[in-house]
């Protein structure tokens, strides 16, 4: 078992503004981002930096070649001084014209030429730059994920799956509690099915227990993150948002390659649709059959797929948890999710906990 803090780290961080209290709002949002932005490619000397009239001493705006002017948001301001080969933190200390004139220099003169893609937003003011990245972008719209969302999950607070409760209570959704997130930056859902809980015979210590279905979605069109579904089981979700007790944690990474349109088609929209409509039985027979599945010879097992030091740290958890030696596939990976606790770096936290779910796929 496994405490997952992706949601209270959005929880924590996310101001009113990013925060929604049902799918179809964040849906609606999105949706209506989408309609207002315009992606083209250009040519990275076909864009310049120029000092806001009147604004901050290190305010800038882009100027492409027609004229047409568009203000930078912090993240795409980050993407264009990578393009120009200056760091956006030391840039960011300059008076704009010294910034523009830096900018402009690797741009057009110390950068080779190269095509840049880029994303504008119109909202009734000034045109905003949200975007710079390479050519070979591939965009997965946010709104494309949220609508897909909707269609499968509804508005995300009277469904089955919704934004979770309290401790396993439902509770009314607002902006405080709520588990729906976007930005001009990137989006993050996390969905759970508590009122349809999976009783898992020897959960701890020998004793049953009861587990709860839940995901999260993130994504940014704007080259901040990858695009990723992460589903798993879980004993309760407290006030912060904390994930305690998880496991079976399985999980899809895109990134914003050429591909990924299609691979949000071929592998995502389906493993949605099957999660929407699949039922505990699944998981309750998986489970079953992932505790009668044998090891012959643990150690062997485990060192086919981890270093001494954390095939010894596996075995060492397992047996702290549960008074008993690995013995199952199941054992095996609960051993793993109660070894990663330990583990101070969530991105190997995920990795072993995205290798504990494919020990249990061993069993199907």
Same mark, same amino acid.
């Given at each position: 078992?496994s405490?997952l803090?992706?949601?209270?780290?959005?929880w924590?961080?996310r101001?009113?503004?990013?925060r929604?209290?049902s799918?179809?709002?964040l849906?609606?949002?999105?949706r209506?981002?989408?309609?207002?932005?315009?992606?083209s490619?250009?040519s990275?000397?076909?864009?310049?930096c120029?000092?806001?009239e009147?604004?901050?001493?290190n305010a800038?705006?882009?100027?492409?070649?027609?004229?047409d002017?568009?203000n930078?948001t912090?993240?795409?301001?980050?993407?264009?001084?990578?393009?120009?080969?200056?760091?956006?933190?030391?840039?960011r200390?300059?008076?704009a014209p010294?910034a523009a004139d830096?900018v402009n220099?690797?741009?057009?003169?110390?950068?080779d030429?190269?095509?840049?893609?880029?994303?504008?937003y119109?909202?009734?003011?000034?045109?905003?730059?949200?975007?710079?990245?390479?050519s070979g972008?591939?965009?997965?719209?946010?709104s494309t994920?949220?609508?897909a969302?909707?269609?499968?999950f509804?508005?995300g607070i009277?469904g089955?799956?919704?934004?979770?409760g309290?401790?396993g209570?439902?509770? @009314?959704?607002?902006?405080?509690?709520? =588990?729906?997130?976007?930005?001009?930056?990137?989006?993050?859902?996390?969905? *759970? $099915? +508590? !009122?349809?809980?999976?009783?898992?015979?020897n959960?701890?210590?020998?004793?049953?227990g009861?587990?709860?279905?839940?995901?999260?979605?993130w994504?940014s069109?704007?080259?901040?993150?990858?695009f990723?579904?992460?589903?798993f089981?879980?004993?309760?979700?407290c006030?912060?948002?904390?994930?305690?007790g998880?496991q079976?944690?399985?999980?899809?990474r895109i990134r914003?390659?050429?591909s990924?349109?299609d691979?949000?088609?071929?592998?995502?929209a389906?493993?949605?649709?099957?999660y929407?409509r699949?039922?505990t039985?699944?998981?309750?027979a998986?489970?079953a059959?992932?505790?009668?599945?044998?090891i012959?010879?643990?150690? @062997?097992?485990?060192?086919k797929?981890? =270093?001494?030091?954390?095939?010894a740290?596996?075995?060492?958890?397992h047996m *702290? $948890? +549960? !008074?008993?030696?690995i013995?199952?596939?199941?054992?095996?990976?609960t051993?793993?999710t109660?070894?990663?606790r330990?583990?101070p770096y969530?991105d190997e936290?995920?990795?072993?906990?995205?290798?504990?779910?494919?020990?249990?796929?061993m069993?199907?």
């Open positions: 078992m405490t803090m992706q949601a209270s780290e959005q924590r961080s101001p009113a503004d990013e929604f209290v799918l179809t709002d849906d609606a949002h999105l209506y981002v989408h309609e207002n932005c315009r992606a490619t250009v990275s000397r076909a864009l310049a120029a000092p806001v009147g604004g901050s001493h800038l705006q882009v100027v492409d070649q027609s004229g002017v568009a930078l912090h993240w795409s301001f980050g993407q264009l001084a990578q393009r120009a080969g200056a760091p956006a933190s030391y840039l200390d300059l008076p010294l830096c220099y690797g741009l057009h003169v110390s950068r030429l190269g095509d840049l893609g880029i994303l504008r119109q909202n009734g003011g000034p045109p905003e730059l949200r975007a710079v990245t390479g972008y591939g965009r997965v719209w946010n994920i949220s609508q969302l909707v269609a499968r509804g508005d009277t089955d799956f919704r934004v979770p309290e401790f209570k439902a509770v @009314d959704v607002t902006k405080e509690n709520t =588990t729906l997130y976007a930005s001009d930056r990137d989006m993050f859902v996390f969905l *759970a $099915d +508590e !009122q349809h809980r999976i009783d898992v015979p959960r701890r210590d020998g004793k049953s009861q587990m709860a279905r839940g995901f999260f979605v994504n069109e704007v080259g901040a993150s990858t990723g579904v992460a589903t089981l879980f004993d309760y979700v006030c912060n948002r904390i994930v305690w998880a079976q944690h399985a999980e899809i914003h390659t050429a990924a349109p691979r949000w088609i071929e592998e995502v389906p493993a949605l649709e099957q929407a699949s039922g039985s699944n998981i309750v998986a489970i059959s992932a505790k009668a599945s044998k012959d010879k643990v150690s @062997d097992f485990l060192a797929r981890f =270093t001494k030091k954390v095939a740290g596996v075995v060492a958890a *702290a $948890d +549960e !008074q008993r030696p013995e199952s596939l199941w054992d095996a990976a051993g793993i109660a070894y990663a330990s583990v969530q936290r995920i990795k072993l906990e995205r290798e504990a779910g494919l020990i249990l796929d069993a199907d």
